[in-house]
């Protein structure tokens, strides 16, 4: 399975996080990122990927989301969010990256509206079961395995 980065993104911890041109992922996240909250970060959660499907589907629920809304570091589009599991590796421009969790939502994310959470997470997306409709609409955490730069227009391939 292969899409496109469609953003890269950074920010000085919170929501949301802004677009840039290109990023440097290292074996710490993104250069130049940070996070509000030290319990975000960490090798295991270097990164969060969100689709744009994702976001799109919760745009469709009513929530004002948009790429970067979410804090995440990586909106790609063409990467079935419903077929990424734990454990896999997704090549993104000249690096790679391991989806290490599922990223559970936080209160912070309240700005977007009441009830995002609820729409993005349920007990069956906490008990890693990827059958919930609501698998990786909040993005997934991974590690960087190979550091490189990363681009928007950047292919995403999903490594079997």
Known sequence: M???VIQVSAGRGG???????????TDSGVAGDAWRYPFHG???RSILLVTAEG?????AEGFPL????LGENLTTRGLDRRAIRL???VRVGEAEIAITE????????DVYGRGVQAAMYDVRVQNSDATSARWGLSGFYASVVRPGIVRPGDPAILLE
């Open 2 to 4: 292969s899409g496109t």
């Open 15 to 25: 929501v949301p996080n802004t677009a840039i041109a290109e990023a440097r992922l």
């Open 42 to 44: 960490g090798r295991r």
């Open 55 to 59: 976001i799109e589907a919760l745009i």
């Open 66 to 69: 948009f790429p970067g809304a």
């Open 87 to 89: 454990g896999q590796h």
């Open 102 to 109: 599922i990223r559970m939502p936080c209160a912070t994310l």
